[in-house]
């Protein structure tokens, strides 16, 4: 596995020396579709890098609910689990397996060293923060200004692009819940795309046409 954890990394042009430390490091943790792999309150003291698979995070309030965020694909780490770590707090955030994944988990112990000693590990922190932080403004930007209707089919066009499939398997209850509404207006507007055209249902799947 300490290969794959390297061919991973190469492409995310990290110095030689640095891939070698994180796959000595580092350990192998799976993930089934829908595990937990990081719940609001963890004392996270790991940062994980996905090797296969697909990640997503979501925002939970105090009363549990939920808001889809962004998905972690391959070679991808969690900006909000590095801030937590070196800030010492626990998660305000929840990561779930969108499908069965393997994740190369990081001590955060090494982060200040690799900081200091790789300017590439500097990059690929940063270019974490950025693209994560551009993200979360996506999802900001879709909330307070697009119906309902865009970011359903917003949602179901980042969802075809992270996993790489024009099927998506979910329930009208689960993106209904992503997206932090009701069933109902999840059913009417999914109705609504399939009689434009845009898609096509199925039991417990939506086909993207």
């Known amino acids: 596995m300490s290969e ?3 061919t991973i990394l ?3 042009e990290l110095e030689p020396k640095l891939i ?6 580092g350990r192998l943790k799976k993930a089934k579709a829908d595990q937990v792999v990081i719940s609001p309150e963890d004392q996270t003291d790991e940062i994980p890098i996905v090797l296969t698979g697909l990640l997503k995070v979501l925002r939970q ?13 391959g070679g991808e780490t969690c900006a909000m689990s590095i801030t937590c770590c070196i800030e010492g707090r626990r998660a305000s955030y929840k990561v779930t397996a969108e499908e069965d994944s393997t ?7 090494y982060m200040d060293s690799w900081i200091v000693r790789f300017p590439s590990f500097r990059r690929f922190v940063f270019n974490a923060y950025q693209l994560r932080f551009e993200e979360m403004l996506t999802a900001i930007d879709s909330m307070a200004f697009h119906k309902m209707d865009e970011r359903l089919l917003k949602y179901l066009l980042d969802t075809k692009q992270a996993k790489g499939s ?3 398997n979910k329930t009208h209850e689960q ?5 932090n509404t009701s069933r109902v207006v999840i059913s009417r ?6 009689k434009d055209g845009v898609i096509e249902q199925h039991r417990n799947k939506i086909e993207i046409l």
């Open 4 to 6: 794959d954890i390297g």
């Open 10 to 12: 190469q492409k995310s």
């Open 20 to 25: 070698d430390e994180i796959s000595t490091i």
């Open 61 to 73: 309030d105090e009363n549990g609910d939920e808001i889809f965020l962004y998905y972690l694909e």
């Open 103 to 109: 994740l190369w988990m990081i001590p955060m112990t």
């Open 166 to 168: 024009f099927e998506i």
């Open 175 to 179: 993106i209904a819940k992503e997206l």
């Open 189 to 194: 507007l999914l109705k609504q795309l399939e």
